[in-house]
């Protein structure tokens, strides 16, 4: 993602998080807790991308620059976005829901709607991506690349192997989720220590 866009992601206006906050009344759309956006966000709750950014991030070296938009477009749009705990949001993490598990969430039809509606426009690039995903997966013959336990491909977790290297095939490794939360909780710790300490 450029600068650019970086930038894009993080002027979503006060306003906007109002709305979003209002229309899921107020509660994590994962869990069902009560959200205060006066608490600080980043620490305590996050703007969640329901259908992952990752996907955008994977393909955005391969995709033509019309497709690169209109995902962009999809996954950036207020359809897709929701108000999560930092937890709930590390939990999730690049999972991509399916319909059913879209229809679960505790938050209104309409709401739901807009999700499986993304859900719906950004299939192709979906699949794109899974396609990457599954070479990889199958390259480390469905076992994680830190600790090789075997991992369901449902589950599993692409990353980059180096983060100083764009997200390009030969820099991808899958991990599970175990895995994956204990570089997130490393990563956490580094940024909280960082502003407190
Ligand atoms: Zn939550
Ligand atoms: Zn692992």
Not at 91 to 112: A, F, H, M, Q
């Amino acid at each position: 993602m450029s600068d650019a866009d970086t930038r894009r992601l993080d002027r979503l206006s006060p306003n906007k998080i109002e709305i979003i906050h209002n229309r899921q009344n107020k509660k994590c759309i994962y869990c069902n807790r009560p959200i205060d956006i006066k608490l600080q966000r980043g620490i305590h709750w996050n703007v969640e991308h329901v259908i992952p950014r990752a996907i955008f991030k994977w393909l955005e070296n391969i995709l033509p620059k019309k497709d690169n938009d209109k995902l962009f477009k999809l996954i950036t749009s207020m359809d897709n976005l929701a108000l999560v705990h930092y937890k709930c949001n590390i939990r999730k993490d690049s999972y991509i829901p399916s319909e059913k598990e879209l229809k679960e969430l505790k938050v209104s039809t309409n709401v739901i709607n807009k999700y499986i509606d993304t859900l719906n426009k950004t299939n192709e690039y979906i699949q794109q991506y899974y396609d990457i995903k599954n070479r990889v997966y199958s390259k480390q013959k469905c076992k994680c690349f830190i600790c090789k336990k075997r991992t369901t491909f449902k589950s599993a977790v692409i990353r980059r192997k180096d983060s100083n290297i764009p997200r390009i095939e030969s820099n991808a490794m899958v991990i599970c989720t175990q895995c994956n939360s204990e570089l997130h909780i490393s990563k956490y710790k580094k940024r909280v220590d960082k502003r407190f300490i």
